[in-house]
C-alpha cells in the first residue's frame, strides 16, 4: 500500500477528531453561556434561622439560582441580610424574602419583628387557654373573651372578639399574689393595631381571654354572633330544673303511657248437668186370692208419698 495514502489516511481522521472535539467545546460554551443568563445569585440560608435572631455572616450564603425560580423580594447579596432581625422561622437552603426580615437597625425581640404601624401587646393566659402552650411564635391566632355584659340581670356571654393576630411570642412573667408570694404566669405577645390593643387590654381587664390557634393558612375574617349560657345549654328541661332547684343526678324516668284496664269476661256459672234419672226399683206383690193368684207392681216412693 501507498504510504502518502496511509498518511493521508491517518492525518484525515486526527483532523476529524479535532473538529469533532472544537464542536463539542463550543456547544458546550455555548449552553453553559445561555444556562448562566438564566442563573442570577440569591442569599439563602446555610442553618435554620430562629424567629427574633439577628444574622450572622454564618448562617447565610450566596448560591446561583433559575431565574423563572427565584421567589419575588428575593435578596441578592447577604449585605443586605446580615445584622438584621428574623421576623419569622427561615428554614436551611431556602431564600431569604425581604419580608421575613425586619426594618433595618430594629433591634432583636418583639419590637425587631413588629411591623410598622403595629403594636405589641402581652396578655395573661393559664394553660388551657393558651391552648396547652402550642400559642408558639409565628402562629395566628383568634381571641375570645369570657365576661359579664354592663346590663342588669344579664348572663355572662363569650365572643370572638379579634382574630388572625399573630403571636410574636410566648412566655413566662413572675407576679405576686394576695399572701405577697411569686408565682410564674403565662404570657402571650401578639401583634395589633393601635385600636386592637385597646379592645383587647379592656376585653382583658374586664373578663377572661381564650386563645383558639387558627390554620396556617386561613386568612378569612368571619362573624359570631356569640353566645350566653343559656344558648350554651340549649336544654330547655334543664333550665328548667335548674330555675326550680330540683337536682338530680340522673334524668327521671320517662313515664309510660298508660295502659288500658284489663277486661275480664265474667263467665257464667256453668249449668250443672242434670243427674241422670236411675231406673225404678219396682216391688212385686203377689195376691192371693182363694184359688185365684195375682201379682201387682208398684214402686215403694209412690206408696211412701200415698
Known sequence: MN??????????????????????????????????????????????????TVITARQVKTESYPRSLIPEGALTKTEA????????????????????????????GPAGQLQPGMRAVSVRVDEASSVAGFAL???????IVI?????????????????????LANGQQTQTRADGKPMLSNTVTLEVTPAQA???????????????????????????????????????????RSVSGARRETPPPRAEPAMPPLQVAQSRPAASPSPTPLPRQLVTVELIEGSKRSKLEYAPELARKN
Do not use: H, M, W
Not at 469533532?20 to 449552553?31: D, E, H, S, W
Not at 355572662?156 to 382574630?163: D, G
Open 3 to 52: 504510504k502518502r495514502f496511509i498518511f493521508a489516511l491517518v492525518g484525515a481522521a486526527v483532523f476529524g477528531l479535532l473538529a469533532i472535539l472544537v464542536a463539542q467545546n463550543y456547544l458546550q460554551q455555548q449552553v453553559l453561556e445561555k444556562t448562566q443568563q438564566n442563573l442570577a445569585e440569591v442569599v439563602i440560608a446555610t442553618v435554620d434561622i430562629p424567629i427574633g
Open 81 to 108: 441580610v446580615v445584622e438584621r432581625v428574623a421576623i419569622t422561622d427561615i428554614a436551611a437552603k431556602t431564600p431569604i424574602l425581604t419580608r421575613y426580615l425586619a426594618a433595618p437597625g430594629s433591634p432583636p
Open 137 to 143: 411564635a409565628g402562629n395566628y391566632v383568634d381571641v
Open 147 to 167: 365576661l359579664q355584659p354592663p346590663v342588669p340581670d344579664a348572663k355572662p356571654v363569650a365572643k370572638t372578639i379579634l382574630q388572625n393576630i399573630k403571636v
Open 198 to 240: 385597646e379592645r383587647i387590654k379592656l376585653a382583658e381587664s374586664e373578663g377572661k381571654l381564650q386563645l383558639a390557634i387558627r390554620n396556617a393558612t386561613d386568612r378569612l375574617i368571619g362573624s359570631t354572633p356569640g353566645y350566653t349560657k343559656t344558648e350554651v345549654l340549649g336544654d330547655a328541661e334543664l333550665l328548667a
